[in-house]
């Protein structure tokens, strides 16, 4: 069965330093994968999406990045943090025609 | 942007049925109509998804209006553990590529 993985599940990170936040999903191939972010009390908010390795669409202008350096594995990242990137984010994986599947969210707390 | 609307809270006697409604008035003909659910500090939970005709499975039913302009959300027996947000959404084709766009949800308060 499929299985999706992110970590870590908290992060308390100072204003200025960098983010890399991973995500992996087992179990499948080329499946497309998404970042999404939740600020306190809000919806999801779609940050990035990818359909394949080296493949990825960003959704909003923003301090963060995405990559995919390989098939499963998806990477969040900064270089310099603010405070407004504070939040919730989640990873999901699907294929065309399935639902989304997500992990279980890395809180980001930036000080 | 979210193409759907939907009340900011609801609640729910413990047993009873919950009815959850969604307007997404703007939906287009391909576009299929999901709803995952999301409890405190964890991912959403895929429930049901739809395009035209009514759906069921162990979790709830999908009643879609014949213009496919609102849907609602049943769980026939609300327990304590349906206390979640509730998301509707509609699934966007762009470039090839399916995009779920989420809303603010509802949030469903059952109670004892």
């Known amino acids: 069965s499929q299985t999706i993985h992110q970590w870590p599940a908290t992060l308390v990170q100072p204003v200025g330093s960098p983010l890399s936040l991973e995500c992996t999903v087992e179990?499948?191939?080329?499946?497309?994968l998404y970042w999404y972010r939740q600020a306190a009390g809000r919806g999801l908010q779609l940050l990035f999406y990818s359909v394949g390795i080296g493949q990825i669409s960003s959704e909003v202008p923003q301090n963060l990045s995405a990559s995919r350096p390989q098939d499963r594995q998806f990477i969040l990242s900064s270089k310099k943090l603010l405070l407004s990137d504070s939040g919730f984010y989640l990873c999901?994986?699907?294929?065309?025609?399935?639902?989304?599947?997500f992990g279980n969210g890395t809180r980001l707390t930036v000080t | 942007d979210a193409k759907t609307t939907q009340p900011t809270s609801m609640d729910c006697a413990e047993g009873r049925a919950a009815n959850l409604p969604c307007n997404h008035s703007t939906i287009s003909g391909n576009e299929y109509v999901y709803w995952y659910r999301q409890i405190h500090s964890q991912g959403p939970q895929y429930i049901i998804h739809?395009?035209?005709n009514n759906e069921t499975n162990e979790m709830a039913s999908l009643i879609i209006t014949e213009d496919r302009k609102s849907s609602t959300l049943i769980l026939p027996h609300a327990t304590l553990r349906d206390t979640a947000v509730y998301y509707c959404i509609v699934r966007v084709v762009t470039s090839g590529t399916y995009k779920y766009i989420f809303g603010t949800g509802t949030r469903l308060k059952v109670l004892a």
């Open positions: 739809g395009l035209k």
């Open positions: 179990g499948t191939s080329n499946p497309n």
């Open positions: 999901a994986w699907n294929h065309n025609n399935s639902p989304l599947h």
